[in-house]
Structure formats: C-alpha cells, structure tokens
C-alpha cells in the first residue's frame, strides 16, 4: 500500500499569537467580499437571538460577522473539532466579529449533561471565549413548532404516516425519482390537526412524521420531502418531558443560525448536499415573516482526515463502551481531553490548525504534523528535568563514600531568565540501561570497559568494569571520575570525549511511574481493510518504573516538562498525588515513525 501523502499545506506559517492575520484562504476571500459589499450590514440584534417580531425593531447588530461553533452534546471532542473551533472563533476575532457556542441537543435519547460540561471545557482549554453567547437548540424549540405550522399552512409541509422503511423505499435512488407519499396531497388543515395531536403525546413513537413538501423527482434526494419531526417519547436533559416531538438536525440547525443572526455558517463536505434544503427552508419562513433577512449561508470546507485515528462519534463510543481504552479521556484518544492529559497544549493545537489550512479538497494529514505542532510549542515553553526510564546503577569507585555536591544544570536552556537548579551528585548513581554496552556495536560512544564519557552537568568518568549475575545480566556499572573535569569549572573541558549521558543520583531519585504511549492504530488507515478494531495497536502502552531527579517529586498535575534526551511528559491530572506524580510521554524529541511507518 502506498504512504499516505502529507497535506501540502503543512508549510504554511502559523499566525503570530494570533496577532497577524491569518493565512488567506476561499473562506477568507467570501467574509471580505461581503464585508465590502455590506452584504449582511442591514442585521438586527436584540441582545439575544430571536425571531422577525423581536429582531424587527432591535438596534444594528454590533458584530461584523457572527460564526459559531455547533457541537452535539452526544460525545467528547475530538481533534477534528479542534479544526472547527479555531477556524470558527479565529475568524470572528479576525473580522470583529462574534462567535457562538451552541449546543445542537435535538436528540434527547443521546444528550447528556456530562457531554455538554465536557465541551465547554474543551473550548475554554483551547483558549476561546464565547462570551454571553451561549446558547441551545432546545431554546427555540417553541419557534421551531411555529414554523412547522406555518409551513403546513403554507403547503410546505405535510405529516406522513408511512413506517420509517415505507419512507425510506419511496425515497428512490440517485438515478431513479422518489414516490410521492399517499399523504403528500393530505388537506393542510387535516396535517395540523395530525401535528398537534404528535405534540400533544397522542401518537406513538415511529407511527408518523411531519415532511417538508418539495419534490420527490429531485436528483438531490435530500430535497425529496425530507423529514422535519419526528415522533419521541423521552425526556430532554433540559426541556424534561414538555416535548414528544423532537426536530430533525437538519430543520433545526438552519433556523438557529437565522435566529442567533449567524452570517456564514461553516460546516464540513458531507453537509454539500444539504445546503439547498437549508437555503430552501430560510427562504419559505423569510417569506412567511417569521425570519429576517438577510439570511445566513452555509459555507462547505474539507474536514480533518487524520492519520493512525478515527475520529468517527461511533468507533469512539465504541472503544469507550467495549473497553478499549481507559475512557473518553485516555491519554491514548484522539478526543481533546484525551490530549491534554497526554500532555497536548492548546497553543500547539492552534498552531496545527493554523499550519494545515482550510480547503475544499479532501487529503489526509500526516499524524506527525500534529506531533511537529507540539514539539514546536513544547520545546519552547516546557523546563527540562532528568529522567532515567530504564535505569542500571553506576558506581563511582573513587568518589568518596557519603560525600555529596551538587551540580546545575538549566531549567531552559534558552531561557536563561528561567534560572538553574540543584541536583544532587553521589557515589552511585541511576543511568540508562542502553547507555552502557560490555561489548559496543561500532560508532557506540557511551559507556564500556576503557571508554569515557561526560556525565551530563557533572563529571568525565572512565568505565573500568560492570557486575553480572549468574545468568549473565548486568547489574551495575562501575567507573572513575577525574575530578578536575566538572562542568563549568575551570580546565573542564580540557578532557574531550564524544559521548555524554545523563544521571540521577541513587540515594536522592525518585521512584515514579511513567507512561509511555504510542499510537493507538498500529496502521495509518484504520478499518480501511476491515474491522477497524483489528487495527488496534497492542503496544500502545507500557508502564515502567523510572528513577526521577528530586525535583519532579514535586510536579503539579498537567505540569509540563522535557525529559531530556527522551522527549516531553506531562504529571497526569487524574492518577496524580502530591509528592508522588504520574507521567504520561506526551511526544518524542524527534518523529520516531518517520522511517518505518506502515500504511
């Protein structure tokens, strides 16, 4: 199978601070094109979205442009939103404008009020404030009623009593026409009557529904009588039980937008073939007087494929339910809250978005243009600590006994307004195990019998001889120091040696419990073969024990540090304790996938 291509947009160059203006793009060109042609200058607003009657006599709208940010309160964000969200609130701050969090809860079967808090958090991590525009589809639910009575009084609208499969059979195909309904030409007056008595509770569930009336020979089968409500007895997270009938999401979300005042509203490719119904449905309740114009309009980008996960709300669920994976949060998810716990910054997801763009063309992004973003953003901000994973003992025979020093070594090293700190330097000492080899592979540099090395911050010290037990495995190091090579003394550097390792001191280290994750998916298309779970990668986690400097002993939840020579970690918000935290590896020094990636 051939490598997935990278995005050709990755180059581009991420907004200063979002201080600059964005790289242009075909959104861009619409928002000016109508702000010069004072296209949607004649808005109302009334302080809050509302229909004709209240908008009617309310004062110009203030902002220049009103966006928003729809989600379905039925799940945790995901990366992919991560894209919506920045392009959505980063072009209302660009064109002073205003943008919207709404939360499209017009399913009560799969709306919870955990999914609705988890949103809300996700956005304000990521940096973005909505301000008092906070808002619900279930807040216009009793418009939404109104407009479906207009809509039968009109001859817009009838209520089918077909079965769900005898709706679906009439539909046709995308080369033969629909077949109209047996209640298509029902009197107006009769589908009111049915309407209400939905309403009122008196009809059971799946028994009937109210159907736009357009045209059943539509070669767009979303224009071909698409239903607007639907029969469902099951109480709302926040209307209760006052509704029985519930709006489809796709005559609810055009009337939200009209009512919040919204002038272009973004949403990805597989929403194409709906704008006409939107733009259908706007027009008839414009000229029925119950919206104003002008009206929004729907504006289509590509939405984001990435590599090595799924970002599909169903295979989600899925590995949350069947178990997986340890949560909606598990450091391992593609969701949002599963990056920030990893260790995932919402600088570096602003910058991702900024660096792969907004297109109409669908591509896929290269996962490590993600883990580039991170990498950029946490070598700039995280403090360096020393941690040794997969510790062996050094010994240093000719370094007294209970004698200790310390040594200091930058928090940054290009931040030197950062400081230093003091670490310990003993007799003995924690080092990586692969940093000693009896027998060293040719270009070897660091530890064997004969050989020197600079302990990082400390000393050079020659290897003489290692301890093995009677199998044969190595259970210590043993080496001399000169004691005139210390780090930033004098003559130090008089004594060259190629390699340099770090350390922690044995009696001060801590004993901590680290993560390291990779990729969830072992293959870049998950489920493009079959069952995506088969894709599941077994070694998407491993705990170890490492040997910590005394200072990360301290490390407050989702506090943030490079381990030098290892890559970035994060102390974990959940598992975490004072004085005994938990790391999670956020991303590696360098992309450790880029040689043997399997497609």
């Known amino acids: 199978m051939p490598p997935v291509p990278d995005n050709p947009d990755r180059t581009k160059v991420a907004r200063a601070q979002e201080k600059e203006p964005g790289v242009s793009n075909f959104i861009r060109h619409i928002i000016e094109t109508d702000l010069a042609s004072g296209k949607f200058a004649a808005r109302r607003w009334a302080g809050r979205p509302g229909p004709a009657s209240v908008q009617r006599d309310a004062p110009p709208d203030p902002a220049r442009i009103r966006t928003r940010f729809p989600p379905e309160p039925n799940g945790y964000l995901h990366i992919g939103h991560a894209k919506s969200i920045c392009l959505n609130f980063g072009l209302a701050l660009d064109y002073g404008g205003a943008c919207h969090l709404r939360f499209d809860d017009t399913n009560p079967e799969k709306e919870e009020q955990e999914y609705v808090d988890s949103i809300i958090a996700a956005v304000k991590w990521l ?36 079965s769900a499969d005898e709706i679906r059979g009439g539909r046709g195909t995308l080369t033969e026409p629909g077949i109209d309904s047996p209640w298509r030409n029902r009197p107006p007056e009769e589908s009111l009557a049915r309407l209400r008595e939905m309403r009122d509770g008196r009809h059971a569930d799946g028994s009937m529904v109210l159907r736009a009336r357009i045209d059943m020979g539509s070669p767009n089968i979303n224009m071909r009588d698409p239903v607007l409500y639907r029969v469902r007895t099951a109480t709302h997270h926040r209307t209760g039980d006052k509704w029985c009938i519930y709006p489809m999401y796709t005559y609810a979300h055009p009337i939200e937008d009209a009512l919040e005042n919204i002038t272009h509203s973004l949403c990805t490719l597989e929403f194409e073939d709906q704008r006409p119904f ?62 920030r716990r990893r260790g995932y910054t919402a600088e570096g997801f602003r910058l991702f978005a900024d660096r ?61 307004e950062l400081g230093k700190r003091a670490i310990p330097f003993t007799r003995e000492l924690w080092i990586e195990r692969d940093d ?164």
Not at 133 to 158: R, V
Not at 528 to 555: C, H, V, Y
């Open 356 to 416: 792969i763009g907004v297109s109409k063309a669908e591509s896929w992004i290269e996962y490590s243009v993600l883990e580039d973003c991170m990498r950029d953003d946490l070598n700039a901000r995280a403090e360096r600590r020393i941690a040794v994973l997969d510790p062996i003992k050094l010994i240093i025979d000719n370094y007294p006994e209970g004698q200790q020093e310390e040594c200091y070594p930058p928090n940054h090293p290009q931040k030197p």
């Open 127 to 162: 940096g973005f404030d909505w301000g008092p525009q906070l808002y619900y589809a279930s807040d216009y639910f009793d418009f939404m009623y109104e407009a479906a009575e207009q809509l039968i009084s009109a001859g817009h609208a009838y209520v089918d009593e077909q």
């Open 436 to 599: 000693f080899a009896e027998t060293p592979p040719k270009g070897y540099f660091r530890l064997f019998p004969g050989n020197s090395v600079r302990l990082r911050y400390g000393y050079v010290v020659k290897c003489t001889h290692c301890e093995k037990d009677a199998n044969g495995n190595v259970l210590a190091v043993h080496c001399e120091y000169l004691p005139e090579t210390k780090s930033g003394t004098p003559g130090a550097e008089r004594v060259k040696v190629k390699g340099n390792i770090h350390w922690v001191s044995a009696p001060h280290s801590h004993a901590g419990e680290v993560r390291l994750y990779d990729r969830l998916f072992r293959v870049a298309r998950p489920g493009r073969e079959g069952d995506f779970l088969q894709d599941l990668n077994p070694d998407s986690i491993r705990l170890i024990t490492a040997q910590l400097e005394p200072a990360l002993k301290d490390a407050k939840p989702e506090q943030r540090f490079q381990f030098e020579r290892h890559g970035y970690f994060c102390a974990d918000s959940r598992d975490s304790r004072p004085g005994d935290p938990v790391f999670n590896s956020t991303v590696t020094l360098r992309d450790s996938w880029a040689a043997g990636a399997k497609t």
């Open 278 to 339: 939107y733009d259908w449905l706007l027009e008839k309740l414009a000229d029925g007087g119950l919206l104003l114009k002008p009206l929004p309009q729907q504006i289509e980008f590509a939405r984001l494929n990435l590599t090595y996960v799924v970002l599909s709300k169903r295979k989600l669920i899925q590995l949350v339910d069947e178990g997986h994976c340890g949560g909606w949060d598990d450091p391992r998810m593609p969701t949002l809250a599963g990056a």
